[in-house]
């Protein structure tokens, strides 16, 4: 263990000394920031179109005055999920890559297995480092969220906002961790740097982008904005009563979108902080009920990648300099 230590410790000193762990941490704090202030202003907006109306309901003498739109203060993230999702994912492709990648240009992998027993403790003492890099990362952009919803936004934080901003930044490292857990084993087993690259750009493309956009256009509630069926008036019950004689399809669609993590991340976080109508204003067991097999997903997939990851290291002469 005191092996893995020093290895991590090493890691995170080079880290350090890299610009871009604050490129990572400048941007996805600004999108975050950015993505609140979108959000609230979008609902200061509709709040003007409100009292608008209600003004003109009532100048016309009626007493019948609709529902005021209602500030959900961790659906203002929604952006900001959505900017976590897919850069904080390339961030860490990008991380994991350059921390092995550097070992080769500089021709160093002699020097580290004269610290180290194997090559498995070397991939696995990198790992180590980024995973607390990572757990760092995300608990500033937790912070920043919270903040950000607070001031911009204007809404009270309460520990049942903290606790879900909480378990989605646990996600979010869960999430993170698969990504450069893959770059590791990929650039270790690849003998060309570029060719790792280009095999780890097209693996973040078709993961976090291709896979859940085909599932997306395959959902016909998301054929028009606000929902198919919420513009057509059609109520859940019915809504289901009619996806029931599409089920063969819908289980294809679904199947599709959980081979992704990036979904799977997507669909927890989003029901976590009630972006998910259906979650909003729910208990935490609730959400749990209906979420618990992406959670499940996810630390597989995150698992499996260690796995590929520490199996990597068994090929690390591949890093000497022919």
Do not use: C
Request: proline share 2%.
């Amino acid at each position: 263990m005191s092996e893995l230590l020093t290895l991590a410790r090493k890691e995170l000193l080079d880290l350090r000394r890299d610009r871009i762990v604050w490129i990572v941490l400048g941007t996805l704090g600004i999108a975050v920031v950015l993505s609140v202030i979108v959000a609230s202003l979008d609902y200061r907006a509709q709040l003007a179109d409100y009292e608008a109306y209600v003004a003109q309901v009532t100048a016309s003498g009626s007493g019948v005055t609709p529902a005021a739109p209602q500030l959900f203060p961790l659906q203002l993230l929604r952006g900001g999920m959505e900017y976590v999702e897919v850069l904080a994912a390339l961030f860490a492709l990008m991380i994991g890559y350059g921390s092995i990648a550097k070992e080769r240009s500089r021709g160093t992998v002699d020097l580290l297995l004269t610290r180290a027993r194997s090559g498995t403790s070397i991939v696995m003492g990198k790992l180590l480092g980024l995973a607390i890099l990572w757990a760092a990362i995300m608990a500033a952009i937790v912070v920043i969220a919270l903040v950000a919803v607070a001031t911009v936004g204007g809404a009270a934080i309460g520990l049942h906002e903290i606790a879900r901003m909480t378990l989605a930044g646990v996600a979010g490292w869960v999430y993170v961790l698969f990504w450069s857990s893959v770059a590791v084993a990929v650039t270790t087993l690849t003998r060309n740097s570029t060719g790792a690259l280009l095999t780890l750009l097209v693996a973040w493309l078709v993961v976090v982008l291709v896979i859940p956009q085909i599932g997306d256009t395959m959902d016909p509630d998301n054929q028009i904005p606000g929902g198919l069926f919420k513009a057509l008036a059609i109520a859940k019950a019915d809504e289901h009563a009619v996806l029931a004689h599409f089920s063969t399809y819908e289980s294809a669609r679904n199947g599709l979108e959980v081979s992704s993590i990036s979904k799977l991340y997507e669909r927890f976080t989003f029901a976590t902080l009630g972006i998910k109508e259906i979650y909003n204003g729910h208990s935490l067991a609730v959400v749990w009920d209906g979420t618990f097999r992406y959670v499940y997903g996810a630390f597989a997939f995150t698992a499996a990648a260690l796995t590929f990851a520490a199996a990597s290291g068994r090929r690390i002469h591949t890093l000497r300099r022919s």
